[in-house]
């Protein structure tokens, strides 16, 4: 073999070896059924991560992600929580940020309203343009002017 | 073309409608990016009461102290960890506004080993009355703390009124805790402020 033929060798083993040990972050956790792990896994990929700016708890290598992430599988395996009082339970410490999910307030009304009123003002627009188009008749040909074609069509 | 004469004149106001769109865009990026740091979260706890727990103490694994120990008083809670390199900024500030004023300093010491957070403190000086040591960070998750260092300002009856998430500088101290304080009756030596 040659020596390219050894190196190549030498990096698949390589691979095989320690991409495992790179990817041994990943935490190890039991349930009870196929369900929690299930609903465990919905949950982390649903709540955002606090320390990221556009990060699900999955997706997440901080600290603090890893930390939550612990505290939601406690709280589906060992303490029986429902979905929602997971959810209520991360919105009471860590806001309506974790929940990707703004509430209807006085801060955020805009987030809510503006696509729909933009909906509405394109909406506005089509209709506008529509009717317009609508008002534009074409008049018809002269009888000189359907002549002229024929003669040119004939031609 | 004859088709293009049969078009409707345009308006001469019509002129001005991308003129509009532009200022409006202007407008829309003009608030929102002056709507300050998207890092630091609105804290879940303000205006509501300092959660219960029970901890031990940094300085003795067999003294386990609850929320009541921070009762009774106005209190500043510190979570702070030898792993952050902003709570030793902030290190110096934070004693000397124990040295300004009669405010108690609380510790919170967050995700650490306590040996190195007792030889921290031996290192940099103690200006903490209490350290609550929170080594699995449980406690931390029920403050919503995700980042040291992070401070807490309760009154008397355990009610969260203020957080600071990162360091507290002598603007914060001027221009957050100061007044206050000085609403809580905290006694504060003249001269500041």
């Not at chain 1, 939550?68 to 709280?75: I, S």
């Not at chain 1, 990707?100 to 909406?123: H, K, M, S």
């Not at chain 1, 317009?132 to 004939?154: M, W």
């Not at chain 2, 306590?114 to 200006?127: D, H, I």
Request: charge should be neutral.
């Amino acid at each position: 073999m040659s020596g390219w033929g050894w190196r190549a060798l030498l990096l698949v083993w390589a691979t095989g070896v320690f991409t495992p040990l790179l990817a041994s972050q990943i935490d190890v956790y039991r349930f009870d059924d196929a369900q929690q792990k299930t609903r465990y896994q919905a949950l982390i990929a649903e709540l955002r991560c606090p320390k990221c700016l556009n990060t699900n708890l999955a997706g997440s290598d901080a600290p603090i992600a890893q930390d939550l992430r612990a505290a939601v599988h406690r709280l589906v395996v060992q303490e029986g929580f429902t979905d929602q009082q997971v959810r209520d339970w991360l919105q009471a410490r860590y806001g309506d940020f974790v929940l990707y999910d703004p509430p209807f307030t006085a801060r955020t009304w805009l987030v809510w309203v503006l696509p729909i009123g933009l909906l509405l003002v394109g909406l506005g627009l089509l209709l506008l343009l529509q009717r317009r188009g609508r008002q534009v008749v074409s008049a018809p040909l002269s009888d000189a002017q359907k002549a002229h074609i024929r003669d040119y069509l004939e031609r | 073309m004859a088709g293009s004469d049969s078009k409707p004149p345009m308006h001469r106001a019509s002129l001005f409608v991308p003129l509009g769109l532009f200022v409006v865009i202007v407008a829309v990026g003009y608030v929102g990016f002056s709507l300050g740091d998207r890092h630091v979260l609105p804290s879940a706890l303000l205006k509501k009461p300092f959660p219960q727990f029970r901890a031990t103490t940094l300085h003795d694994p067999d003294m386990v102290v609850e929320r009541a120990a921070l009762l009774g008083a106005p209190v500043l809670v510190n979570v702070w960890a030898t792993w952050c390199p902003t709570c030793q900024a902030e290190h110096e500030e934070l004693t000397r506004i124990t040295q300004v004023s009669d405010i108690r300093l609380v510790g919170i010491n967050y995700k650490d080993d306590r040996a190195k957070a007792l030889n921290w403190l031996a290192q940099f000086g103690n200006p903490y009355d209490l350290v609550v040591y929170d080594d699995d960070g449980l406690l931390g998750v029920e403050l919503g703390v995700y980042g040291a260092p992070e401070t807490f300002l309760l009154d008397a009856d355990g009610t969260v009124i203020y957080k600071r998430v990162g360091d507290v500088n002598r603007n914060i101290w001027q221009t957050e805790l100061l007044p206050r304080l000085r609403e809580l009756g905290v006694r504060i030596q003249a001269g500041e402020g």
